[in-house]
């Protein structure tokens, strides 16, 4: 028998999971006026909730719901991996299981975190279970879309690919900006105007029309000069080079002629 959903106003949400988005999440959805148990301890249940939403690492979400198990009539994760079967445990206590994964970076403090307008994937084990979903991705001006447990891989791998990835470059770039006689906060402060005018024109252009540089313009001699200087300065980067390189060549071939 499906769970009736209250207003979200009518009862608490129930947060489990202390990190930096169980805290995040509980401090936004009380801005909004939603009341809210928690961000509680691994292991700890809240009371008296609608829903509970558990925030512990991707391994841990099938153990932290069956701790949960009985305690409210939703049960969700925000793991944007993680395939709502891992909620079984408390589904198979009676409770309805959803996902809500905000596409969103969670620094440590002091960096800040605007859940306002980023995306948010959603899926539920039931029609209530997915209304409830989209209805707190909404409430925090999130935009839901939903993901189904065969498409989650494939989403959470390309996230990572555009945030963690990109820091993960970011991160060689400081290295073999060292060569120049860069000290990292030095690169990291020259660099970023760059990053930012590159993200916003692949917003606005897409990753065709936003290629510049040498391997758009065809310029082989800079890029052989770029890759020795790679191999002199940080030789274990070479084949991260060589591999974007190869992409980047890809990408300059797809380029529409103006």
């Known amino acids: 028998m499906q769970a009736r959903l209250n ?36 292991g700890e249940v809240p009371a008296g909730c609608q829903a509970i939403l558990l925030c512990v690492p991707d391994s841990e979400t099938e153990a932290a719901a069956q701790t949960v198990a009985g305690a409210a009539p939703f049960v969700g994760h925000v793991s ?38 980023a995306g948010c994937a959603v899926a539920g084990s039931s029609p209530a279970a997915l209304a409830l979903a989209r209805e707190l991705a909404l409430v925090l001006g999130m935009e839901p879309f939903e993901i189904d447990d065969d498409g989650r891989a494939a989403y959470h791998a390309a996230a990572s690919m555009a945030s963690n990835f990109l ?22 402060a020259l660099l970023a105007p760059l990053v930012r005018t590159t993200v916003e024109n692949w917003i606005a252009l897409g990753p065709e029309l936003a290629l510049t540089g040498p391997v758009a313009r065809g310029d082989e001699q800079t890029v052989r000069a770029q890759r020795a200087a790679v191999e002199a300065a940080a030789p274990d980067l070479l084949p991260v080079f060589d591999s974007l390189l190869s992409e980047t060549r890809s990408l300059a071939g797809r380029r529409v002629p103006a």
């Open 7 to 42: 207003r979200l106003t009518d009862a608490p949400v129930g947060v489990v999971g202390a990190g930096r988005l169980g805290g995040a999440l509980a401090a936004a959805l009380r801005a909004e006026g939603i009341p809210v148990e928690g961000p509680m301890g691994r």
């Open 80 to 117: 944007g991996a993680t395939p709502l079967a891992a909620l079984e445990p408390a589904i198979r206590r009676g409770a309805e299981g959803f996902g809500l994964h905000p596409l969103q970076t969670f620094a440590p403090a002091p960096a800040s975190v605007e859940l306002a307008g």
């Open 167 to 188: 820091l993960a470059l970011e991160a060689a770039a400081e290295r073999v900006a060292g060569a120049a006689g860069l000290d990292e906060e030095e690169a990291r």
